[in-house]
């Protein structure tokens, strides 16, 4: 079974740390996301990267930014937190063949105070 | 580019009915389909997805889905709904480049009443 280890569950932030978002996948998988999801909003996608050392932006990349130098791992930087980064962060990753799935880790609910 | 609209963001349903959420999609390339559940405090997994051939797809947890090329709808559905069932629905397609993003639709809540 694919594994998707997000590093925490649970994350309180002052306004203006910066954060580091830890994701790391089992299945040598090429392709890996970050999400975040609101209520009513569903997930928008935040970065992803299709190989070690590639990023590309999503819907919303405003006030994060990524690094990738491993391939099995996928980190989320907000390089400034703020109260609108509250949310809950999802990381996913998938095979590079189109139909395939993602595999999601189970989030880490970010709370920036 | 892609779009993905699920109408309904609350179902309601009396255990042990029928339930069909729904999902139209909006792509100017041929897509992939996909249905994924997420049960409270988890991540999502995968329900079922289309990919070519038979329209009807079968999934886990007794769900099917059929997709309707003319009406560009991929609408989920179940005969029989149990309490387990409770949880969020999202709706997603992929192009068939293989570094396409996966579009989401915003999620239907089931909620199960028994």
């Known amino acids: 079974d694919v594994k998707v280890t997000q590093s925490s569950r649970y994350l309180v932030k002052r306004t203006g740390e910066k954060v580091f978002l830890e994701c790391v996948q089992d299945?040598?998988?090429?392709?890996m996301f970050w999400y975040r999801q609101d209520p009513g909003l569903g997930l928008r996608l935040i970065y992803f990267?299709?190989?070690?050392?590639?990023?590309e932006k999503g819907d919303i990349p405003e006030g994060y930014s990524v690094s990738r130098e491993k391939k099995e791992r996928f980190s989320l930087i907000l390089e400034s937190a703020s109260t609108n980064q509250t949310s809950m962060y999802l990381c996913?990753?998938?095979?590079?063949?189109?139909?395939?799935?993602?595999?999601f880790g189970n989030g880490t609910r970010l709370t920036v105070t | 580019a892609q779009s993905v609209t699920q109408l309904d963001s609350q179902v309601p349903v009396f255990e042990e009915a029928p339930v069909e959420l729904r999902c139209n999609y909006s792509?100017?390339?041929?897509?992939?389909l996909f249905w994924y559940v997420q049960y409270p405090n988890q991540g999502l997994q995968l329900l079922l997805k289309?990919?070519?051939?038979?329209?009807l797809v079968k999934g886990i947890n007794g769900f099917e889905a059929e997709f309707n090329k003319s009406q560009t709808s991929f609408h989920l559905r179940k005969p029989s709904v149990h309490i387990s069932d409770t949880a969020e629905y999202f709706c997603?397609?992929?192009?068939?480049?293989?570094?396409?993003?996966?579009?989401f639709g915003s999620g239907t809540r089931l909620s199960i009443r028994p």
């Open positions: 990267s299709y190989d070690v050392k590639m990023k």
């Open positions: 996913a990753s998938s095979s590079s063949v189109g139909n395939s799935p993602l595999h």
């Open positions: 997603a397609v992929r192009g068939y480049s293989s570094a396409s993003k996966i579009i």
């Open positions: 289309y990919l070519s051939g038979s329209t």
């Open positions: 792509s100017s390339v041929s897509v992939y």
């Open positions: 299945m040598d998988h090429e392709n």
